[in-house]
């Protein structure tokens, strides 16, 4: 199940590595597909791995912060923000977006970006790992992150 013009296929090795999953809590379904994806992925690679719930996506920039102030290697921030009928969707998409960017940056750690902005419910259902989907996010969230620790 991978994403069109997604890389593949060349195993991760995670052994070794602290990674932290931090996942929002708004549109469960979608969510617990991604959450999974991560996991699958993690574990198959070898990480260590703890979840971390944060109310919304706005919030997983602190917590992704928190985690490197613990001490993690990396972090996948996991999250699924849908627009309405306000202008809502953009200041959250883009605080979540800069705010991940940010604590990366400032932490020289990587944050694999696992976060999903879409029109309408069903684009999430399509990218998140569950039966049925196209594309697992959370799997290639996690696995760039691991994969950027060896870069790092
Ligand atoms: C408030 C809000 C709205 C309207 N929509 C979403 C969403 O689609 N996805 C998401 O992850 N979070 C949403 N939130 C919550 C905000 O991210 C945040 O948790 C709250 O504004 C509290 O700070």
């Not at 928190?66 to 849908?82: E, W």
């Amino acid at each position: 199940m991978s994403g069109t013009g997604a890389p593949s296929a060349r195993p991760v090795d995670g052994t070794g590595l602290d990674v932290v999953v931090i996942a929002a809590a708004w549109h469960e379904t979608i969510m617990d597909g991604l959450i999974a994806g991560a996991q699958r992925t993690l574990d198959a690679a070898g990480a260590a791995h703890r979840l971390v719930r944060v109310p919304g996506s706005f919030e997983l920039a602190v917590a992704a912060q928190a985690a490197f102030a613990g001490g993690a290697d990396a972090a996948v921030a996991l999250g699924v923000i849908i627009r309405g009928g306000t202008p809502h969707f953009e200041y959250v998409s883009a605080a979540t977006t800069d705010g991940l960017n940010r604590v990366a940056l400032d932490a020289g750690r990587p944050v694999g970006f696992g976060v999903l902005t879409c029109d309408d419910e069903q684009q999430g259902l399509d990218r998140a790992g569950l039966p049925g989907s196209q594309e697992d996010k959370g799997a290639e969230a996690a696995e760039a992150a691991m994969r950027m620790v060896g870069v790092l």
